[in-house]
């Protein structure tokens, strides 16, 4: 599967990013499909994930972030409301079948696109 994500840019802190990934290739379906971020220096981290319906999010997002997808459009969609500053990051789509308790690691997917990036001002 192939995967491109976009939706990223410059908002100030308080706004909100609608970051959208558009699979090709393959049927998302068939994958749990999760977005990670990464600043420079550090690893990329995970953010939020759907796997067969259900939906998984880190702390720092709960509440503000939500993950989505469309099955017959194949795409999955992060809504990004009342962003902080520490949210800026390059963004990733990625795909894989991870067990649930890998579910959170990104060595447990196997795909991804380029990301996307993210710059939330103060």
């Known amino acids: 599967v192939q995967l491109q994500a976009s939706g990223g840019g410059l908002v100030q802190a308080g706004g909100s990013l609608r970051l959208s990934c558009a699979a090709s290739?393959?049927?998302?379906?068939?994958?749990?499909m999760a977005w990670f971020r990464q600043v420079p220096g550090k690893e990329r981290e995970f953010v939020a994930a759907i796997r067969y319906g259900n939906t998984y999010n880190e702390d720092s997002v709960k509440g503000r972030f939500s993950i989505s997808r469309d099955v017959a459009k194949n795409t999955v969609d992060l809504q990004m409301d009342s962003l902080k500053p520490e949210d800026t990051a390059v963004y990733y789509c990625?795909?894989?079948?991870?067990?649930?308790?890998?579910?959170?690691?990104?060595?447990?997917?196997?795909?991804w696109g380029p990301g996307t990036e993210v710059t939330v001002s103060s």
């Open positions: 290739g393959r049927t998302i379906s068939r994958y749990t």
């Open positions: 990625e795909a894989g079948t991870p067990i649930l308790s890998n579910l959170r690691q990104n060595t447990a997917y196997a795909h």
